[in-house]
């Protein structure tokens, strides 16, 4: 049976290694850590989750800790994207706190949403911790030619979002992207 165009889209960006910027939205971290450029250096779970999937599946990365403030979030992820990411991941800051302010300070800067992203995980997230889901504002775009996507803080979200969306589509998504 012949494949579907989207398996053979897939099939066609596999084994594809992709620079992935990661930043972790956290004041209180940042507060005690500063600046860090990896997730050993300042206690940080989620970080090490993402870094490890993208590692795992043959992307390189780069690692940045940043404060809940939308200048500095807006300026560290044009700096990676300046420097070569192909994609970014945001994590943290997408709750519905004053202080979550990653999606008010990174999806004015999509050219194009992606909105299947945030539902589905949204969909996924149920199965995990039910109706509280809906408290996730996870979103994923496009700016110029590269793939970004914010996702919650929790390890668990982490998991959830590297796991079964990003690092399975990621490829795929950038070739369309791209073309």
Do not use: W
């Not at 940080?44 to 490890?52: A, Q, V």
């Not at 994590?91 to 999606?103: E, P, S």
């Not at 300070?105 to 050219?111: N, Q």
């Amino acid at each position: 049976m012949e494949k579907a165009s989207h398996e053979k889209h897939k099939e066609k960006s596999k084994g594809q290694s992709y620079m992935v910027a990661v930043i972790i939205a956290s004041t209180s971290r940042h507060q005690q850590y500063g600046d860090s450029d990896s997730p050993e250096k300042c206690d940080d779970e989620s970080g090490k989750i993402i870094l490890d999937y993208l590692a795992g599946a043959g992307h390189k990365t780069a690692y940045r800790l940043l404060p809940d403030d939308v200048d500095r979030l807006k300026s560290g992820l044009q700096e990676m994207l300046d420097e070569g990411a192909d994609a970014a991941i945001i994590c943290g800051g997408t709750g519905l706190t004053k202080a979550d302010v990653t999606i008010e300070a990174i999806t004015p800067l999509f050219g194009k949403t992606i909105p299947g992203f945030g539902e589905l995980f949204r969909l996924k997230s149920y199965d995990e911790v039910g109706t509280a889901s809906v408290l996730s504002r996870a979103a994923a775009g496009t700016i110029g030619d590269k793939a970004v996507f914010c996702i919650p803080g929790s390890p668990n979200a982490a998991k959830l979002a590297l796991s079964q969306i990003i690092v399975p589509e990621l490829g795929h998504i950038v070739s369309h992207i791209r073309k």
